[in-house]
Structure formats: structure tokens, C-alpha cells
């Protein structure tokens, strides 16, 4: 990660917030666009704004509250990001991924990560929740890659393997408590393509990107999930498919922000039960 994160500016953010709280999570999860309720599900929370604590970015993006929440759900020590960092805010990707960073000091084993994404799987419909089985980087093929630069051997290795990114056992976990909670109908697997945004895909980018193998499409995640799986944590991610991508020239549909909170407004519950069983269930060393 660039220098100008070094491992002691992010020692120094997790112990300022160990010094305020007493909470140690091991589960750390970070909320996509319009799904952060479940942070305020949290019980005996101990919440920060990002704009208190040294070294954090602030979320600029209508959605994303820009809080982290500690607290516990059904027992379990979590920590909650109420809003997330893009590259399209103008940050270096190492600053978007950089809270991966501060989980891992914290003491955080798994994350869990959401997202609201767009489909480009035509099987998949709004309210659909796909289990993020593999991603496409397409801001790393042109160099966004939040490892880029010297690398810090006390988070991990230079050249981490990324081909068990996204842990099997957590997705089965995740299909198995769907299924418990009846939600099979709209539980999917797919690919997440991330791209820079913040405009939407064109027509013919969109059909590129379903050729590549992606089944929904949005601008996050993936740069979390390189910087956690170089430090060594496991990795669960799902999308909320918040809109069908336009792929077709006669179609009258236009992307827009609002649609998306708004399916997220309305898969809420659904979301925050399945992460909280997920939570539950959820096996550490
Ligand atoms: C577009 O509506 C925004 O929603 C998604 C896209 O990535 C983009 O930021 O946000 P999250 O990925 O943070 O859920």
C-alpha cells in the first residue's frame, strides 16, 4: 500500500479506537448503498464518525452514513462501516481499501461486505441477492490495484493468490441460512465486475462485461477483498441487485442513485437477518 499509509499510521487509527472502546470484534461489515440499518441493529453500540478518527477518509456519498459502528449482534463482537469509500470520491484506491487494514488490527477475522449492484445476469431481478462467488477488477487491469506499491510484509505476502478470494465455506453458510430463512427464491451466485464509475455503464460496456463472464456490475468491494485477503482474513460478499442493466438500445430504462437506495430500502430486513444468522454461525479460531 502507498506509503503514506504506513503500517504505523494504522496502528495508530486502531488504537485510538481500542483506547475508546472495550469492544474487540472479530467480525468486521461493511455496508453498501442504502444498506446500512443493519449497523443500527447493532447492541451496546460505540459509534464514530469518520470524521473523528485519524487517518479515516469521509464518505461523500448519499447513503453511506460515514460511521463505524462497534457493538454486538446475537453476542458476537462486530464492528460495522455505515458507508464505504469509492474510487470515483477521488481517493487512491489504497485509501478506499485502507479500513480493511484497520479491521485486521483490530482483531477482525471475517468480513463481510455488501454492495448494490446492477444486473447484467438476465436470470437475475431487483431484490435478487447475488453471493459473490469471484470478481473482475477492471480499474486493476489499468494499474488500481490498492497493492500497488512497496509492500508491507507485516500485512502479507507481495504476490497474494486471489483465486480463494471469496471463502467456499461462507458462501455454502450463506446458502444454507438463506434457504433456513426461506429466501431461496432470490438467493443467487455470481461474478461482481467492479469498474471506477461514477458514470453508469454504457450500453456496449454493459454487454462487454456480461461477455467477460460478470453477472452484475458496481464500484466497490473488490478493492476491499484484495486489501483483506492479503492480510489474511476470510472473505464473504453478496450484491443487492438494485437495478436490471440496460443492455438493450430500444430499452427506456435509465440507471439512477435513487432506484438503487430504494431497492435497498426494500430488501432491508431480508439483509440484516441473513448477515445476523450468518453472524451467528460464523465459526473462528
Ligand atoms: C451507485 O448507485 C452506487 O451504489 C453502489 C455503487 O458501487 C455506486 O457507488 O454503491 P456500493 O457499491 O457502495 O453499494
Not at 69 to 95: A, D
Request: hydrophobic letters at 40%; proline letters at 4%.
Amino acid at each position: 500500500m502507498s506509503s503514506s499509509y504506513s503500517y504505523e499510521d494504522c496502528m495508530a487509527t486502531a488504537d485510538w479506537l481500542m483506547a475508546q472502546t472495550d469492544i474487540r470484534p472479530t467480525v468486521g461489515i461493511v455496508c453498501g448503498s442504502g444498506l446500512g440499518g443493519l449497523a443500527d441493529t447493532l447492541k451496546d453500540q460505540v459509534a464514530f464518525n469518520y470524521k473523528d478518527i485519524p487517518n479515516f477518509p469521509q464518505s461523500t456519498v448519499h447513503g453511506h452514513a460515514g460511521r463505524l459502528v462497534f457493538g454486538t449482534l446475537k453476542g458476537r463482537p462486530c464492528v460495522c462501516m455505515q458507508g464505504r469509500f469509492h474510487l470515483y470520491e477521488g481517493y487512491p484506491v489504497q485509501k478506499v481499501a485502507l479500513p480493511m487494514r484497520i479491521f485486521k488490527l483490530l482483531g477482525v477475522e471475517t468480513v463481510i461486505l455488501t454492495n448494490a449492484a446492477g444486473a447484467l445476469n438476465e436470470d437475475f431481478k431487483v431484490g435478487d441477492i447475488m453471493i459473490i462467488k469471484d470478481h473482475i477488477n477492471m480499474p486493476g487491469f489499468a494499474g488500481n490495484n490498492p497493492l500497488v506499491g512497496p509492500n508491507e510484509e507485516r500485512f502479507g505476502v507481495r504476490f497474494p493468490c486471489m483465486s480463494d478470494a471469496y471463502d467456499r465455506e461462507l458462501q455454502q453458510l450463506a446458502m444454507d441460512v438463506g434457504q433456513d430463512l426461506g429466501y431461496g427464491e432470490f438467493l443467487r451466485e455470481g461474478v461482481y465486475c467492479v469498474v471506477a464509475g461514477p458514470s453508469f455503464e454504457t450500453i456496449a460496456e454493459s454487454r462487454m462485461l456480461h461477455r467477460l463472464g460478470a453477472d452484475a456490475v458496481g464500484m466497490s468491494t473488490a478493492f476491499e477483498v484484495i486489501v483483506a485477503r492479503h492480510c489474511g482474513m476470510r472473505v464473504f460478499a453478496f450484491s443487492l441487485i438494485t437495478n436490471q442493466v440496460v443492455m438493450d438500445y430500444d430499452s427506456e430504462e435509465k440507471a439512477n442513485h435513487e432506484e438503487v437506495l430504494e431497492a435497498g430500502k426494500q430488501r432491508e430486513q431480508q439483509v440484516e437477518q441473513l448477515i445476523c444468522t450468518m453472524v451467528t454461525r460464523i465459526e473462528h479460531n
